[in-house]
Structure formats: structure tokens, C-alpha cells
T-cell receptor, first 110, second 115 residues
Framework: EDQVTQSPEALRLQEGESSSLNCSYT??????LFWYRQDPGKGPEFLFT???AGEEKEKERLKATLTKKESFLHITAPKPEDSATYLC???????????FGKGTTLSVSS | DTGVSQDPRHKITKRGQNVTFRCDPI?????LYWYRQTLGQGPEFLTY????????KSRLLSDRFSAERPKGSFSTLEIQRTEQGDSAMYLC?????????????FGDGTRLSIL
């Protein structure tokens, strides 16, 4: 069964304190792995797509990496505005649906 | 560039009533998806349209749920005889076959509360 597990569930950081979020997955043939950001009361906002092991994508303070079993979202020198829930999802080659993890809720305090 | 639009943003109804939600995808996006999200969980897939054809339905989509996309543009999701367990955020997403990495872009959802 295709599955996504994210850890930790919640993460509290001080402004400027870098860290990483983990996304472990099992999928029958990976078409793509997606990272989204979700603010309270809003829909998920697309961040990155990764397709193959070794691939990396960057956007401002965020960097996503992918291996055959997991993905990491690295946050460098975070700011309070980076506070949100970060969702990881996979899409299998045989399907169109995104299979989401439960997310990691990040809180960054100044 | 307008994003995915959903209406209403909030819906409160009594158990047993029928409700209908609307989704307007990003223009020229031919693929449209419905998901459901409950508190503390990630979105769960419900159904998928390519143009006006409904090509995939999740086992989560009971026979009380029906979705349409009559002209391949906007879509509606109807829930009949609502139950307490239907309380959730209903999210719509769209994507384009032409876009290279085909990410799904989400609207801000309709929050359904069943009294």
C-alpha cells in the first residue's frame, strides 16, 4: 500500500535556527514527490516537485532533497513567516491522486 | 493569474440536509481533483476529472457523494443526507497536462460543519 510518513509532527525553532523535516514514503513506482505549505484556514500551496533520487530543488530558505526512500525539506535560517504546516505527498506512476502525509507543523519564534 | 476558486468558504448545515460546493479551476487546466481534509490529517483524494470525464473515484466516495464537471470547466460536489462524519475541509485542485511537472494547485477549500 502506498504510504507517506512525516516527522516530526511538530517543530519549534528560534529565528535563524536551521533544521530539517523528514518525509518517508513507500510507493509502487514513484511518478513524483511533492512538497506543499499550508497556512491555517488555507489550501496547500505548491512548493516543489522531485522526480528521482539525488534531485534537489531550492526556493529562498527552503531546499528539498530526495532519496529512494525519503525526502528532506531543509530550512535554513528560518523566519517567523516560515511558520506553517508542511505537507509531503507522492504520486504513483499508475495513478493521478496525491497521497499525503499528516504534515509537520513548524513554528518559528523571533 | 487567478488561482483555484471555491464557494462557499464555509457551510454550516444540519444533519440529513444536502449540500453542494462549487470549484472553479485555473483557466485552461483540464484536470480537476477533489480532496477532503480533517483536522490534523493530510488531504485525502476523493475523485478526479479530465475535462468533463470523471476518471477516478476513491473508495472514500460513498454513494451519498456525487461530483460533476458538465462542460469541462467548473465542478460541483454534492453530499446528500449529510452525517456528522462529513464535517471536514473539502479542497479542490487543478492541473494542466501541458505543464511540465503537472503539480496540482489547490483552492482554499470549503469548510463543512454538520450540526
Amino acid at each position: 500500500e502506498d504510504q507517506v510518513t512525516q516527522s516530526p509532527e511538530a517543530l519549534r525553532l528560534q529565528e535563524g535556527e536551521s533544521s530539517s523535516l523528514n518525509c518517508s514514503y513507500t510507493v509502487s513506482g514513484l511518478r513524483g514527490l511533492f512538497w506543499y505549505r499550508q497556512d491555517p484556514g488555507k489550501g496547500p500551496e505548491f512548493l516543489f516537485t522531485l522526480y528521482s533520487a539525488g534531485e534537489e530543488k531550492e526556493k529562498e530558505r527552503l531546499k528539498a532533497t530526495l532519496t529512494k526512500k525519503e525526502s528532506f525539506l531543509h530550512i535554513t535560517a528560518p523566519k517567523p513567516e516560515d511558520s506553517a504546516t508542511y505537507l509531503c505527498a507522492v504520486q504513483a506512476k499508475a495513478g493521478t491522486a496525491l497521497i499525503f502525509g499528516k504534515g509537520t507543523t513548524l513554528s518559528v519564534s523571533s | 493569474d487567478t488561482g483555484v476558486s471555491q464557494d462557499p468558504r464555509h457551510k454550516i448545515t444540519k444533519r440529513g440536509q444536502n449540500v453542494t460546493f462549487r470549484c472553479d479551476p485555473i483557466s485552461e487546466h483540464n484536470r480537476l481533483y477533489w480532496y477532503r481534509q480533517t483536522l490534523g490529517q493530510g488531504p485525502e483524494f476523493l475523485t478526479y476529472f479530465q475535462n468533463e470525464a470523471q476518471l477516478e473515484k476513491s473508495r472514500l466516495l460513498s454513494d451519498r457523494f456525487s461530483a460533476e464537471r458538465p462542460k469541462g470547466s467548473f465542478s460541483t460536489l454534492e453530499i446528500q443526507r449529510t452525517e456528522q462524519g462529513d464535517s471536514a475541509m473539502y479542497l479542490c485542485a487543478s492541473s494542466s497536462q501541458k505543464e511540465r511537472n503537472q503539480p496540482q494547485h489547490f483552492g482554499d477549500g470549503t469548510r463543512l460543519s454538520i450540526l
